[in-house]
């Protein structure tokens, strides 16, 4: 029968593994933080990868094709598929690159500063094209005079955006303290224990690494509905759950290592428990 003493211990060791386990998360989110928030190069890749996907593309082209029409709802009926068709596939094109790189830098300074202002396209290199195109079609449908091309178009709105910066800076600060704790709470039991208790050791640690690891994967997405909630506009919302995804897959695959550590843990925690055992059956 375990001695008070035994519990004790056993009780201390899980205790420990789980928060280190709860530091360790906390530090690889920091970690995440710095890598595609606040790294310009990493920020401009993912970004610039989702805006440019057809999905963001197609709601960019859309917000314009409503803007522009919303007053003619006659003309919207008739143009608005093949014009916004087109229009996306304009933005594709480099006479849109230089306004995509705008777009890019002012919402990672939005997300990492207290500068909350509203993301903008500007449309001034595709507005000559997209004018004709729709003046062309307005033409020949109905002759109605259609009204011109905004200089810009809002894809996020600043009302919309939550104060990511002062989250930010926290995780910073608490990533390098996190990682040290965590050291610190997963090495002490090793100390304090024999080497005979030195697979349950890391079978406890690997398993809490394992659980904390899967629920902030579960944690990541659960932000994106509330977030949505606010942004009326459908290509606005198209836009931002597009971005939100994006970087939300970065999250998901740094995480995921945490995952495969805690169960490369766990195996060979099992592994000193079996390996063992078989040998004592020769």
Not at 96 to 114: D, G, W, Y
């Amino acid at each position: 029968m375990p001695t008070k003493q035994t519990v004790n211990r056993s009780l201390q060791t899980t205790i420990l593994a789980i928060v280190a386990a709860l530091l360790l998360v906390i530090a690889n989110s920091a970690l995440w933080v710095n890598r595609y928030i606040f790294d310009t190069d990493n920020f401009t890749q993912v970004a610039t990868t989702s805006l440019t996907s057809e999905s963001s593309r197609n709601a960019i082209a859309s917000g314009i094709v409503d803007k522009v029409l919303q007053d003619r709802p006659l003309i919207k009926n008739i143009v608005d598929d093949p014009a916004t068709r087109v229009i996306s596939g304009l933005l594709g094109t480099t006479q849109f690159s230089n306004a995509l790189n705008t777009v890019v830098s002012k919402l990672q300074i939005v997300v990492t500063s207290k500068n909350q202002e509203s993301v903008v396209v500007n449309l001034e290199g595709i507005k000559a094209t997209v004018t004709k195109l729709i003046t062309v079609v307005d033409s020949n449908a109905t002759g109605d005079k259609i009204s011109q091309v905004p200089d810009q178009i809002t894809i996020v709105d600043k009302e919309n955006i939550p104060d990511f910066y002062k989250y930010g800076v926290v995780f910073l600060w608490l990533g390098p303290i996190a990682l040290v704790g965590a050291v610190v709470a997963l090495g002490y039991p090793y100390f304090k224990n024999g080497k005979g208790k030195y697979r349950h050791i890391l079978l406890v640690q690997g398993l809490a690494l394992t659980v904390a690891s899967m629920l902030a994967l579960l944690v990541g997405p659960l932000f994106k509905p509330p977030l949505l909630a606010n942004i009326e506009q459908a290509s606005a919302r198209t836009v931002t759950s597009n971005l939100y995804d994006a970087f939300i897959a970065t999250f998901t695959a740094q995480t995921q290592i945490l995952v495969w550590v805690g169960l490369g843990a766990v195996v060979i925690a099992t592994g000193f428990y079996v390996v063992p055992k078989l040998r004592g059956k020769k």
